[in-house]
């Protein structure tokens, strides 16, 4: 069973950094892509940042310049390091993992979540 826990998370004030981290049970490049999501309260889920096997990573309008998603091969996790944050940075944020099969069906995993709260 693929395993994805994340860490990092906390309280910061705005303008803070945080910097997230994702412990994956699989070797990281068994995923087609490896992504964060949030969910703020009272909001659906929404994507943050993706890093595929191959090709560019990618950042939501929202977060574009401010974080950074990477693999780190050693540590065989995928982390999130967050700058310029904001109190609208403020929820859950998950880890997700996603496998595509020969039969081009999709296997999603997800971590359970770590608190970012951004408050003065």
């Avoid at 693929?2 to 699989?26: D, F, I």
């Avoid at 892509?33 to 929404?46: K, N």
């Amino acid at each position: 069973q693929v395993q994805l826990v994340e860490s990092g998370g906390g309280l910061v004030q705005p303008g803070g950094s945080l910097r997230l981290s994702c412990a994956v049970s699989e070797s990281i490049f068994s995923f087609d892509v490896l992504a964060w999501y949030r969910q703020a309260p009272g909001h659906q889920r929404e994507w943050v940042a993706s890093t595929p096997r191959w090709g560019s990573n990618r950042y939501s309008d929202s977060v574009q310049g401010r974080f950074t998603i990477s693999r780190d091969i050693a540590k065989n996790t995928v982390d999130l390091q967050m700058n310029s944050l904001k109190p609208e940075d403020t929820g859950v944020y998950y880890c997700n993992g996603e496998q595509m099969m020969p039969t081009g069906s999709k296997l999603n995993y997800w971590g359970q979540g770590t608190q970012v709260t951004v408050s003065s």
